[in-house]
Every structure is written in structure tokens, then in C-alpha cells.
């Protein structure tokens, strides 16, 4: 069986026994496995995260934030 996909970066086609994947990029690798490596591709490609700038001393927004990225 053959996958194709459209993808913003580059074309994706898959080569499987649905269950074990036969093109050379990825043979003998799980076709879930090599399915989840794609999407996670695609996803970063459309995703900007911008880093967080602060200014001056904010010491308790520092601190608020850093308590909430531990919490999840």
C-alpha cells in the first residue's frame, strides 16, 4: 500500500504492509511510528512560537510564569 499526503513542506509518500513500512527512508520501521514522525514535521514547519521579551525587572511575572510552565 502507498500513502501520499500533501504537505506544505515537501511531498510525503509512505511505501507499507500496514504494519511495517518498505520504502528505504524508513524500512522496517513502524508505519505508526513513521506516520507520527511526519505529522510532528508538519506541525513544527507551521508553528511560530515568538520567545517571551520582558523588560526591566519583573521579578514576580518571572516567577508566575515559571510556576505555571511547572504546573503543566
Known amino acids: 500500500m502507498i ?3 500533501l504537505s506544505s513542506n515537501r511531498p ?3 511505501e507499507h504492509d500496514e504494519h511495517f513500512v518498505r520504502s528505504r527512508e524508513n524500512n522496517g520501521q513502524p508505519i ?6 511526519r505529522i510532528q ?5 507551521q508553528i511560530e512560537v515568538k520567545p ?6 519583573s521579578g514576580r511575572m ?3 510564569v515559571s510556576f ?4 503543566f
Open 62 to 64: 518571572l516567577a508566575e
Open 68 to 71: 505555571a510552565g511547572t504546573s
Open 41 to 45: 514535521e508538519e506541525v513544527e514547519a
Open 12 to 14: 510525503i509518500q509512505i
Open 3 to 5: 500513502e501520499r499526503w
Open 52 to 57: 517571551l521579551k520582558l523588560r526591566g525587572k
Open 32 to 37: 505508526s511510528a513513521v506516520r507520527e514522525e
